[in-house]
């Protein structure tokens, strides 16, 4: 292959006794897999190996039964019964000469132990950070020294299960290492509490246990929270964090740098636009140690990989969610295919989806968590039975993803759009504060089609059925998307409420440019990012904002998105008056009634206007006329099936293309279950 600039991404990097083939480094990520479902963990990471990421790491796994985060699907190593799952997921890495990592973890008082049912131990005595009615107890010498050896004996069955690096985590405030570390947790008055070194004790013990354990054969990583945002509280690159990394600097093989808490680690791109954001708290690392150094910042450039480690900020270049959502983004760099890679949008979906325990999703990447369960690949798909003309009506994230799969396979794919400019709510939203990266959605898969012979792009086309029966394209898709209801119908209320003469917006209003006027209530029923990024559309614009919801807090659904305390930050920076556990009651053209949802009291406020997140209308009128037509295949996608997330429309538009003239095999109720054996 012809020399590039980017060579330099593809050298091999020593870390102790192993090497990785190159720089692209898959970070400990959470999928919801786990030890509920090993196959599909070995499948999600075996894409990743033959995407070219150099090592692929698990997300964090147990080590002992007296720290689980049960029902949540991690990994397991609680006993030499766990190792045959684990070595699905080694061998599949391995087959593809990437390095497999294994993040061990002993939680703490992260874990309630709702399994187990063990009395959780932590550094000191204190409740667990669940609201979970149990509390940890504070751990004796005896505990410390089980702790120890349970490290110990699981990293020697991670080498048993065939990893080439062992994790010791001290990271995003979830391990009891990271807890030992921090004077708010640490009470301790024994030599491993007080001083910066009686704190630092444990963890030092326990890399240097590991090490002496399975060093010869393993890499030792440490993944160390060098920031936890909260000042002179916790740590800070700039103060303890670095005397830390200073006394531990050559114990460990690779350092594997972040700043704590998960939420800050994870930003989204609503709260951390910039690629690389993590650099100014970790960049130190490198002038410490002699060790690779890797350190993550959802980075998809090609040139911000290049220019971290030309800098000699890192060693590696870490990802999780730009490796989720483009499992091949080393081969697409090294291919010098830049315009195919499909880019992380920094949208958290990802995270969601372990918070709620699901199998892991993606906003990008349909086939994240699918590789096992339908046997899909994120850059493969099979060839057309038969080439057929296709027509795809609607070009948001659904009509996007199904005309690019569709024409994948070989069809003829005619994709039209009311809009003059394609993208549907994608680009529309992109508008909005802190959405800029959705309009990736649309980009990505714009630029695919345009460069394909098969596909015809028919912006500024409206169609009505007959149109489309006069076409005599005979497999139709429509994916004409939703929009925001004007009667309040949501959650809260199931019946449309009286709002006589007010002046109701809509999010798709303010989208068109409607003006909301000076005083605008917004009422969210929807719970996700909507009514809180409008309210500050709002607001910014020079509105007077009120945001009201039934929920207890703003946007509550972004609670799994790690989002909802910036959220609420933000809200009230902007000067934004909230009524929480409130329901709107009945709206006119001068004011609103709103009542508490407890207690039942009731308020007016005079405001202009009113506009309500609360649910959506699909868009299937063209849909429902052309049923009764005799077209061969007539499928409604995304938000015209029904309004959900970019993410679902995306998914469901994917999953059309591969059913179309392969329903059974595809069948959306057919796929594989792992059963426990
Ligand atoms: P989804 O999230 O399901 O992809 P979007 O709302 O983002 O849905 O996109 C729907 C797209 O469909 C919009 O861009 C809209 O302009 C387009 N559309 C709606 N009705 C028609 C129609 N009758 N003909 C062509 N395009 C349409
Ligand atoms: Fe990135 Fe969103 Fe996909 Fe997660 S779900 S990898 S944040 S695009």
């Not at 690392?285 to 150094?293: G, L, R």
């Not at 983004?329 to 372990?354: M, Q, T, Y």
Request: charged residues 20%.
């Amino acid at each position: 292959m012809s020399q590039t600039r980017f060579d330099v991404l593809f050298e091999s990097v020593k870390i102790g006794p192993v090497t990785a083939p190159n720089r692209f480094y898959q970070v400990p990520h959470c999928n919801a897999l786990g030890h509920l479902r090993p196959r599909a963990e070995a499948e999600n990471r075996r894409v990743k190996a033959q995407g070219g990421w150099g090592v692929i790491c698990t997300q964090e796994v147990e080590i002992h039964p007296s720290s689980e985060i049960s029902p949540f699907a991690e990994g397991r190593l609680w006993d030499d019964a766990d190792i045959p799952a684990m070595e699905l997921t080694t061998s599949a890495i391995h087959e593809y000469g990437s390095l497999a990592a294994i993040e061990l973890v002993y939680n703490g008082h992260h874990a309630p132990n709702r399994y187990s049912r063990i009395a959780p131990m932590s550094v000191s005595a204190m409740p667990v950070d669940s609201y979970d009615p149990v509390q940890a107890r504070a751990m004796n010498k005896a505990d410390i020294s089980n702790m120890r050896r349970w490290y110990v004996d699981a990293a020697k069955r991670a080498r048993t299960a065939g990893f080439d690096i062992v994790y010791v985590y001290a990271g995003h405030d979830m391990s009891l290492l990271q807890h030992f570390l921090s004077p708010r947790y640490n009470q301790r008055t024994d030599n491993y509490g007080g001083s910066l070194v009686n704190r630092l004790r444990l963890l030092q013990e326990t890399l240097t246990d590991v090490k002496n354990a399975v060093g010869d054969s393993c890499g030792i990583a440490l993944r160390f929270a060098v920031d936890e945002l909260i000042g002179r509280e916790g740590l800070q690159a700039e103060g303890e964090a670095h005397e830390m990394v200073s006394i531990l600097s050559e114990i460990p093989d690779l350092w594997d740098v972040n700043i704590s808490d998960w939420s800050n680690d994870s930003s989204t791109a609503r709260f951390e636009p910039q690629e690389g954001y993590q650099e100014k708290f970790t960049a130190f690392v490198k002038t410490i140690t002699s060790k690779p150094v890797v350190g993550v910042g959802r980075f998809t450039s090609p040139d911000a990989m290049l220019s971290q480690v030309n800098r000699g900020i890192l060693d590696f270049i870490g990802a999780a969610r730009p490796s989720i959502a483009d499992p091949y983004l080393p081969n697409k760099i090294r291919e010098g295919r830049f315009e195919d890679i499909r880019e992380c949008i920094g949208c958290n979906i990802c995270v969601a989806s372990d918070n709620v325990i699901a199998p892991i999703r993606c906003t990008q990447n349909p086939v994240a968590g699918e590789e096992w369960k339908r046997n899909w690949h994120p850059e493969t798909i099979a060839p057309a039975v038969e080439a057929v003309d296709t027509l795809v009506v609607g070009a948001g994230p659904a009509g996007l993803e199904c005309a690019l799969q569709l024409a994948r396979r070989g069809h003829n794919v005619s994709l039209a759009d009311t809009a003059t400019t394609l993208g549907g709510r994608a680009l529309r939203e992109s508008t909005l504060p802190g959405l800029a990266s959705y309009c990736r959605v649309a980009d990505y898969r714009i630029s695919q089609l345009q460069r394909m012979p098969n596909v015809q792009l028919l912006p500024d086309n409206q169609l009505q059925a007959n149109d489309i029966v006069e076409a005599g394209i005979e497999h139709v898709f429509i994916a004409t998307g939703s929009s925001w209801r004007r009667d309040a119908i949501g959650r809260q209320h199931r019946l449309a409420l009286p709002l006589e003469s007010a002046k109701v917006l809509t999010p798709d209003d303010i989208l068109d440019g409607a003006s909301a006027g000076g005083n605008v209530l917004v009422y969210d029923d929807d719970h996700y990012y909507m009514g809180g990024v409008i309210a500050e559309h709002l607001q910014a614009s020079g509105c007077t904002v009120t945001l009201v919801t039934p929920a207890a807090r703003i946007s509550e659904w972004t609670e799994h998105t790690l989002e909802i305390d910036k959220i609420q930050a933000r809200i009230y920076e902007a000067g934004i008056q909230v009524f929480t556990n409130t329901e709107l009651v009945s709206a006119n053209s001068q004011s609103v009634t709103l009542q508490h949802i407890h207690s039942g009291v009731q308020q007016q406020l005079s405001v202009e206007s009113l506009c309500l997140v609360t649910s959506r209308v699909a868009h299937d009128k063209l849909y429902q006329s052309l049923l009764a037509s005799d077209l061969k295949t007539l499928n409604c996608i995304g938000d015209c099936e029904a309004p959900g997330t970019v993410a679902a429309a995306v998914y469901a538009g994917h999953l059309a293309a591969r059913r179309f003239q392969n329903e059974e095999a595809e069948d959306q109720l057919l796929f594989r279950r792992e059963l426990a054996s």
